[in-house]
C-alpha cells in the first residue's frame, strides 16, 4: 500500500450510485468498457423515469435503451429479473439496510439475488455504502497472481475471500483502485513493465516474465536479421 500509494495518490471515495444503481451499472459493464457501460446505463436512466420504471418495462424495452453497452439480449432480462427479485422482497429498492449488516451477512444477502456473484455484491457494498468489500476485477486478479499474493491455480471467485482479510478495512478501497490502476498502466496483461514496477523488487513472476521478454526480443532480433 506505501508503494503503491506513492506512486497513485490518495484515493478518494465517493458515492457514485445508489446501492440498486450501482448493482444494474455492474450488469451492464460486464464484458464491455467503462465508457460504454455509462453510456448505456445513461441511456436506460434517460428512457426511464426511475428504477422502478425500468422494474415495470418489457425486455424489449430495457434491451432497446441499453444496446449500446453490448449484450443488451443477455443482460435486460438479467436487470428486470434481479430488479423485480428485490422489490418483491422489499417492497421498494432501498438497500441502505446492507451497510447495518455485518460484512459477511451483507454479501450472502446479496449473493442469494439471481445472476449477483462475489464481485458484484462487493462493488455494491464498497461503492456505494463504503463498507470494506473487495471487488476483484480482471486486473486485480492478475496483478495479485503475478505478486504471488494468491495462488496460481486459485479462481477469481475465491480471490475475494484471500485478498480482502490480506488489508486493513480503511485500506480495501484504496487497494481495490490501486491495483486496477496498476494493472492497466504497468502491469498490463501483455507486456508488463516490470522495469518501471513499484513492486518489482517483491514480485514473484518478474523474473520469469524478464526471460520470456528477452526471449521474445531475441526472437524478434533474428526475424529481422533473417529477413
Ligand atoms: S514486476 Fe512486473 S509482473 Fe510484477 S507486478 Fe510489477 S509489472 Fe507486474
Same mark, same amino acid.
Given at each position: 500500500? /506505501?508503494?503503491?500509494?506513492?506512486?497513485?495518490?490518495?484515493?478518494?471515495?465517493?458515492?457514485? @450510485?445508489?446501492?440498486?444503481?450501482?448493482?444494474? @451499472?455492474?450488469? %451492464?459493464?460486464?464484458?464491455?468498457? /467503462?465508457?460504454? #457501460?455509462?453510456?448505456?446505463?445513461? #441511456? *436506460?436512466?434517460?428512457?426511464?423515469?426511475?428504477?422502478?420504471?425500468? !422494474? /415495470?418495462?418489457? &425486455?424489449?424495452?430495457?434491451?432497446?435503451?441499453?444496446?449500446?453497452?453490448?449484450?443488451?439480449?443477455?443482460? !435486460?432480462?438479467?436487470?428486470?429479473? &434481479?430488479?423485480?427479485?428485490?422489490?418483491?422482497? $422489499?417492497? #421498494?429498492?432501498?438497500?441502505?439496510? *446492507?451497510?447495518?449488516?455485518? %460484512?459477511?451477512?451483507?454479501?450472502?444477502?446479496?449473493?442469494? *439475488?439471481?445472476?449477483?456473484?462475489?464481485?458484484?455484491? !462487493?462493488? +455494491?457494498?464498497?461503492?456505494?455504502?463504503?463498507?470494506?468489500?473487495?471487488?476483484? /476485477?480482471?486486473?486485480?486478479?492478475?496483478?495479485?497472481?503475478? $505478486?504471488? $499474493? +494468491?495462488?496460481?491455480? &486459485?479462481?477469481?471467485?475465491?480471490?475475494?475471500?484471500? $485478498?480482502?482479510?490480506?488489508?486493513?478495512?480503511?485500506? &480495501?478501497?484504496?487497494?481495490?483502485? @490501486? %491495483?486496477?490502476?496498476?494493472?492497466?498502466?504497468?502491469?498490463?496483461?501483455?507486456?508488463?513493465?516490470?522495469?518501471?514496477?513499484? *513492486?518489482?523488487?517483491?514480485?514473484?513472476?518478474?523474473?520469469?516474465?524478464?526471460?520470456?521478454?528477452?526471449? !521474445?526480443?531475441?526472437?524478434?532480433?533474428?526475424?529481422?536479421? +533473417?529477413?
Amino acid at each position: 500500500m /506505501d508503494f503503491l500509494g506513492a506512486e497513485y495518490g490518495p484515493a478518494q471515495w465517493h458515492v457514485r @450510485y445508489s446501492p440498486v444503481e450501482e448493482l444494474v @451499472y455492474t450488469i %451492464l459493464s460486464q464484458h464491455t468498457s /467503462d465508457l460504454n #457501460s455509462e453510456r448505456a446505463f445513461n #441511456s *436506460l436512466m434517460g428512457t426511464f423515469d426511475s428504477i422502478d420504471a425500468v !422494474a /415495470d418495462a418489457p &425486455v424489449e424495452a430495457i434491451e432497446e435503451a441499453i444496446r449500446r453497452g453490448g449484450l443488451a439480449k443477455q443482460k !435486460a432480462p438479467r436487470i428486470k429479473s &434481479v430488479l423485480c427479485q428485490i422489490r418483491d422482497e $422489499l417492497g #421498494s429498492f432501498d438497500l441502505s439496510f *446492507l451497510a447495518e449488516m455485518p %460484512l459477511d451477512e451483507a454479501k450472502a444477502w446479496l449473493k442469494r *439475488l439471481n445472476g449477483i456473484g462475489p464481485k458484484t455484491a !462487493a462493488i +455494491i457494498l464498497c461503492f456505494s455504502l463504503g463498507m470494506p468489500a473487495m471487488p476483484v /476485477d480482471t486486473h486485480i486478479f492478475r496483478v495479485s497472481k503475478r $505478486l504471488g $499474493l +494468491i495462488g496460481a491455480k &486459485v479462481n477469481a471467485d475465491k480471490a475475494h475471500d484471500i $485478498l480482502e482479510p490480506m488489508v486493513e478495512p480503511q485500506d &480495501v478501497f484504496a487497494f481495490h483502485m @490501486y %491495483l486496477i490502476q496498476h494493472g492497466r498502466q504497468v502491469c498490463k496483461a501483455q507486456r508488463p513493465r516490470c522495469g518501471e514496477c513499484a *513492486l518489482g523488487w517483491g514480485c514473484r513472476e518478474r523474473p520469469k516474465l524478464e526471460r520470456e521478454a528477452k526471449r !521474445a526480443a531475441r526472437k524478434r532480433k533474428s526475424g529481422n536479421k +533473417i529477413g
